[in-house]
């Protein structure tokens, strides 16, 4: 059996992400083989990464090497809050960093201490379990998100025409008109999203080469999550 630390924060004077009572609160440590942790497949910022869901830690938090691997290009607000394990050991805490997270179809901006002796690539503390109000169904290996944390934006997109400097073409006034009129036709192939494009009938000559065969095969269930979101993520898109 392998032991996990379970993490308790105590917030000093001063600190201006005080959110919990200065008194220490009692935690116990779990207990429980590796290969049952709750790992979470989760996105920060669009990085894909396994966050512990962890009903003992008061905060959440990730660990400096996730944080220097994908995030060190953002700068790590100084806090003077005390971590502290359920064994009494403190840990470094480097300050606390405020980014995007995404689970399935849940987005929010979330505030994650940076602990410098953290094992685990990302804990996800009460604070996000309570905020979220996602449930974690162990029986079933399954979460649930509730409608209500569901953000659907829904907003009318005006389409502006395309801005094309012709100023330093050798073309006559009339020349630049249809060609403005050309590229503002087309003003869709100048997105920075993804979307439909036009149907066109095509054909790949493969000669005399059979096609590519492939036999179906099982991925792990945390391959699976992401195959899972990126499927979701394209029929959305209606790609």
């Not at 200065?22 to 709750?38: D, G, R």
């Amino acid at each position: 059996m392998a032991s996990l630390n379970v993490l308790k924060v105590n917030d000093i004077k001063g600190d201006q992400t005080q959110t919990i009572n200065q008194s220490p609160i009692k935690l116990s440590a779990i207990c429980m083989s590796p290969v049952e942790l709750p790992y979470v497949p989760i996105l920060l910022d669009e990085t894909f990464t396994k966050a512990l869901w962890d009903t003992g830690a008061e905060k959440s938090f990730i660990s400096e090497e996730t944080y220097q691997k994908y995030f060190f290009y953002k700068q790590v607000k100084k806090s003077s809050t005390q971590v502290i394990t359920a064994q009494g050991a403190k840990c470094r805490n480097m300050g606390v960093e405020e980014l995007n997270i995404r689970i399935r179809d849940f987005e929010k901006p979330w505030l994650f201490h940076v602990l410098a002796d953290l094992e685990y690539p990302c804990i996800l503390g009460i604070d996000f379990i309570g905020g979220s109000k996602i449930i974690l169904d162990f029986d079933r290996k399954s979460l649930a998100i509730p409608d209500s944390q569901i953000n659907k934006v829904v907003k009318t997109v005006e389409i502006e025409n395309v801005e094309i400097y012709l100023s330093k073409t050798k073309l006559k006034e009339k020349q630049k008109r249809e060609l403005q009129d050309l590229f503002n036709s087309f003003q869709g192939l100048f997105s920075d999203k993804p979307g439909l494009t036009h149907v066109l009938n095509h054909e790949i000559d493969t000669g005399d080469n059979p096609p590519v065969v492939s036999g179906p095969y099982t991925y792990d269930r945390l391959k699976q999550e992401i195959l899972d979101y990126h499927v979701d993520k394209m029929l959305k898109m209606e790609l």
